[in-house]
Structures are given as structure tokens and as C-alpha cells.
């Protein structure tokens, strides 16, 4: 994998390059508090492992965040990035967990999918995303749109009608928040999976689907081009400074899941499949997180939270959130958003269990 200094950043010493992966923390993790930390531990750069595929969205975006934390870095901190894995991000974050050393010298990048498929609990999750320690994060609007007329009510009852058929990529993805929410609101979804974005918009058009996830950038044109064909029903919500669920923003005119379900059975959804819910939720809509693993020393902690703080006010990277759709975030707001990504043993066990019962999907 070609390894690509960002172009915004002075270029690393020879030495470093011929160093390759292990120069930047990569190799043998070192005992954390080993030694104090050197006048400018930024030296020989550091490494902004990108858990996703070369060339990928998250790639893409890497570039742009790169350009403006080293405004905040050091000066003349040089930053490596390297592309890892799939798309949804659990071979980069394995790596991250299995081979990075505590020392402040390397961060990661990662979608909020990852933390979707270790909260679910797959075999292939070699990382515990709750250890991870927050740096910066995008977050970006979910919505789930369904045909005009339909009956949510529980098929099989008096008023019921034919289970909806949900467009979904895959069983453990953004569009899990979405089938779980449906289930919740009474009716049995039935996933049809491998659809997602243009496609999935597609067959709700040809009448092939009853409800579709529309992502951030894509909803204002998704939903002008679905027209009449296409009626909201809730969105994922957004995470506020305290780390509650609340409306999105964004979307003003649709309710976010909990309000909606109020509205519907007159009172908040409860339990421990609700707290599942949110859960994954939170993560759905976390599009990206930069985060050190355990165990950094505060001081390196605090000059790359200080370097996130520099590029939340950068204006190309306000340009690049306003086209991307996300809302960044850094310093505490950041903290209690990766806070709240959590759920108890209880959740995690139903949510479990209703996988493999609708979904026939297990762990491992």
C-alpha cells in the first residue's frame, strides 16, 4: 500500500519512510508511561490509520481532515496516512487494536459501521470500541422513507397488512436501525438485502420494496427525486452536547424514532431493546470517528484534542461537513457522542436475539 504524506504537511525524513509502518508505532507496542514524553514527540510525524479501503469515501475524507489537523499539530508534523481493510471498517479497526502502540504516534479513523458489527457481537470485532479514546467525529442524517399507504400495523392482526419489505445492504449495517426501529413500531420487516443508495431508491420506485435508509448528502435530491413516491417516516435522530437523543436538526419536518413512537402508542419507547436501538443508532449516524487507543498518555491525549479543536474551526473543513452532510465534532461534545454508542448486556443479548430470530443472522 503506497503510503501518502498530506500534501498540506512538510514531507518525513527519509529515515521515517524507509522505517515504514513499525517506525510509526505500528510494531511492538511499548509499555504505556515507558519513558516521559520528548520536547516535540511529533518528529518523525504520525500515522492516520484509515480503517476502510484505498480510495474510499472515508479514504477521501481523509485527506481533508489530515490537511487541517496539521494546522493544529506541532509544526511541521508530518501525517502518514494508510488505508486498511473493507468498507466497513473491522480489519482497520482489528489492526488498530492488535498492533498500535499507546504512544500517541498513530490515530484512527473509522465509520460508525464498525462499532455497529462489534455491538452486534461478530465473530470478526477483535477490538473494543468502548476503550477507544476520542479525538474528533462527523455526524450525518438517517432517514427511512416508505410507499405512500403503508400499514404498519402488525401483519396477521385485524387492521394488519403484508409484512414491509426494507431495502437493506446487509444484516449488520446502517440499515439495522432502521428494520429494528420498523419491528418496534409493530410490524415484522422483511429485509431485502443488497440494496443500498440508488439502487435500493430504485426498487422502491418499481414498487420491489416498501421502505429505504436515505443517507446525509443524498436526502434532499433522494427525496426531490422519489417525490410523491417516497413519504418519511422517522429519522435515526442526532446526539446532543450531553450525549441525549434528540430531533435532527436537519430534518425539521420529520420525527426522529423516539418521538415517533410516542406519538404512536402515546408514551418514550422502553427496554432493553429500545436501549439496543439507540444504540446502534448512534452508531449509524456516526460518520466518521478519530480516536487514540487506551491507555495514551494524557499529554499526547490533549495535543491531538487540541489539534482536533484547530481543525473544527478550519474553514475548508466546515466546507468540506456543509458538502459532505455531517456535523463535526470535537473536546467534550465528542467525548459524551462516543459515550453514549454503548448498551448494557441486557440490550446486547436481545438485540442478539432478535437478529438470529429475524434476521437468521448469528454472531459467528
Known amino acids: 500500500m503506497p503510503e501518502r504524506p498530506c500534501r498540506n504537511v512538510r514531507p518525513l525524513a527519509r529515515r521515517a519512510l524507509l522505517g515504514g509502518l513499525a517506525a510509526v508505532s505500528l510494531g511492538r507496542p511499548r509499555p504505556a508511561g515507558a519513558a516521559e514524553l520528548p520536547v516535540n ?10 480503517a476502510g479501503p484505498a480510495g474510499g469515501r472515508l479514504d477521501r475524507l481523509s485527506g481533508r481532515l489530515a490537511a487541517a489537523l496539521g494546522l493544529g499539530l ?3 508534523t508530518a501525517i502518514r496516512r494508510i488505508a486498511r481493510g473493507g468498507a466497513d471498517g473491522v480489519a482497520g479497526a482489528n489492526e488498530f487494536a492488535a498492533r498500535v502502540a499507546p504512544d500517541g504516534l498513530t490515530a484512527l479513523l473509522l465509520p460508525g459501521v464498525t462499532v455497529i458489527d462489534w455491538l452486534a457481537g461478530d465473530s470478526r470485532s477483535h477490538f473494543d470500541a468502548a476503550r477507544f479514546v476520542p479525538v ?3 455526524l450525518g442524517s438517517r432517514l427511512v422513507i416508505i410507499r405512500p399507504g403503508l400499514n404498519l400495523t402488525s401483519p396477521g392482526s385485524a387492521n394488519g397488512g403484508p409484512a414491509p419489505r426494507v431495502a437493506a445492504s446487509r444484516p449488520i449495517g446502517p440499515d439495522l436501525p432502521a428494520l429494528l426501529g420498523i419491528d418496534l413500531l409493530g410490524a415484522q420487516p422483511v429485509p431485502v438485502f443488497g440494496l443500498a443508495g440508488v439502487a435500493a431508491r430504485a426498487a422502491l420506485m418499481r414498487g420491489e420494496v416498501d421502505a429505504v435508509l436515505l443517507h446525509g448528502a443524498d436526502i434532499a435530491e433522494a427525496r426531490l427525486t422519489l417525490g410523491s413516491q417516497g413519504v418519511a417516516l422517522f429519522s435515526y435522530g442526532t446526539l446532543d452536547a450531553s450525549g441525549h437523543m434528540v430531533a435532527d436538526p436537519a430534518l425539521p419536518d420529520v420525527p426522529h424514532f423516539p418521538a415517533l413512537y410516542a406519538r404512536l402508542f402515546g408514551g418514550p419507547p422502553e427496554g432493553p431493546l429500545y436501549a439496543a436501538w439507540r444504540g446502534i443508532a448512534a452508531a449509524a449516524i456516526l460518520d466518521f470517528a478519530l480516536v487514540l487507543p487506551a ?12 489539534a482536533g479543536n484547530v481543525a473544527l474551526a478550519e474553514p475548508a473543513m466546515q466546507r468540506t461537513a456543509e458538502a459532505e452532510a ?12 462516543l459515550a453514549s454508542l454503548g448498551a448494557s448486556t441486557a440490550a446486547l443479548r436481545d438485540l442478539r436475539e432478535w437478529l438470529a430470530l429475524r434476521l437468521d443472522w448469528q454472531p459467528g
Open 295 to 306: 491507555l495514551t498518555p494524557p499529554a499526547m491525549v490533549a495535543l491531538w484534542r487540541q
Open 41 to 50: 514527540p511529533f518528529r518523525d510525524g504520525v500515522t492516520l490509520l484509515i
Open 74 to 76: 506541532p509544526g511541521g
Open 326 to 337: 455531517f456535523r463535526p465534532l470535537a473536546g467534550l461534545d465528542v467525548t459524551q457522542c
Open 136 to 138: 474528533m467525529a462527523g
